[in-house]
């Protein structure tokens, strides 16, 4: 595939949900989320809304339930990437996502790995389907800075599974599972 700006509403032609990538390079080369550090990929001049957004390791304040996303706009951090200040829904990236809270634009969601999420991926960037953003408001985080919170929700699409998990079922687990049933009757 031939790279590509990300500048699309919706799937990427190539790339269906589940696709995973090895590095945040091989992501923004098929166009699926494009920005090599901001966790936000929106239309510059904020009018169209929001492309892609990624969840990693980050803002503590993000919460991931898998269908369900609160999502923390970027901002007031200092150059350790601890929170220092407010953010502002003028702030660009948080302004397309404030925008597609409006338009309701598909925005695609990308998981990379995070150790302390369950649906993340356990290496490299994963490209989860397309979510709507339900609601945006300004909340107080957990160090007492105002966030721009958002919340997405997953669109059900025809064909398209779960979001997977890290939780894998080997044969150690299996038993041990099946021990605790015969146990439980």
């Given at each position: 595939?031939?790279?590509?700006n990300g500048r699309v509403y919706g799937h990427?032609?190539?790339?269906?949900?589940?696709?995973?990538?090895?590095?945040?390079?091989?992501?923004?080369?098929?166009?699926?989320?494009?920005?090599?550090?901001?966790?936000?990929?929106?239309?510059?001049?904020?009018?169209?809304?929001?492309?892609?957004?990624?969840?990693?390791?980050?803002?503590?304040?993000?919460?991931?339930?898998?269908?369900?996303?609160?999502?923390?706009?970027?901002?007031?951090?200092?150059?350790?990437?601890?929170?220092?200040?407010?953010?502002?829904?003028?702030?660009?990236?948080?302004?397309?996502?404030?925008?597609?809270?409006?338009?309701?634009?598909?925005?695609?969601?990308?998981?990379?790995?995070?150790?302390?999420?369950?649906?993340?991926?356990?290496?490299?960037?994963?490209y989860d389907g397309l979510y709507v953003v339900?609601?945006?408001?300004?909340?107080?985080?957990?160090?007492?800075?105002?966030?721009?919170?958002?919340?997405?929700?997953?669109?059900?699409?025809?064909?398209?599974?779960?979001?997977?998990?890290?939780?894998?079922?080997?044969?150690?687990?299996?038993?041990?599972?099946?021990?605790?049933?015969?146990?439980?009757t």
């Amino acid at each position: 595939m031939t790279t590509s700006n990300g500048r699309v509403y919706g799937h990427i032609e190539g790339y269906p949900v589940g696709t995973v990538f090895p590095s945040k390079e091989a992501l923004g080369k098929a166009g699926v989320h494009v920005q090599r550090q901001a966790g936000i990929h929106g239309d510059p001049n904020a009018n169209g809304g929001a492309f892609s957004i990624c969840l990693s390791e980050g803002y503590e304040d993000n919460v991931d339930n898998g269908n369900t996303i609160t999502y923390v706009g970027s901002g007031g951090q200092d150059p350790n990437g601890d929170q220092s200040e407010n953010q502002s829904f003028e702030h660009p990236p948080n302004k397309s996502l404030l925008i597609s809270s409006e338009t309701k634009r598909p925005v695609r969601v990308v998981r990379g790995k995070n150790k302390d999420n369950y649906y993340s991926p356990k290496s490299g960037y994963r490209y989860d389907g397309l979510y709507v953003v339900d609601d945006a408001s300004m909340k107080v985080g957990k160090r007492g800075f105002k966030m721009c919170t958002f919340l997405l929700r997953r669109i059900e699409e025809e064909g398209v599974g779960p979001v997977p998990t890290r939780r894998t079922l080997d044969v150690q687990k299996l038993l041990k599972i099946s021990r605790a049933n015969k146990r439980a009757t």
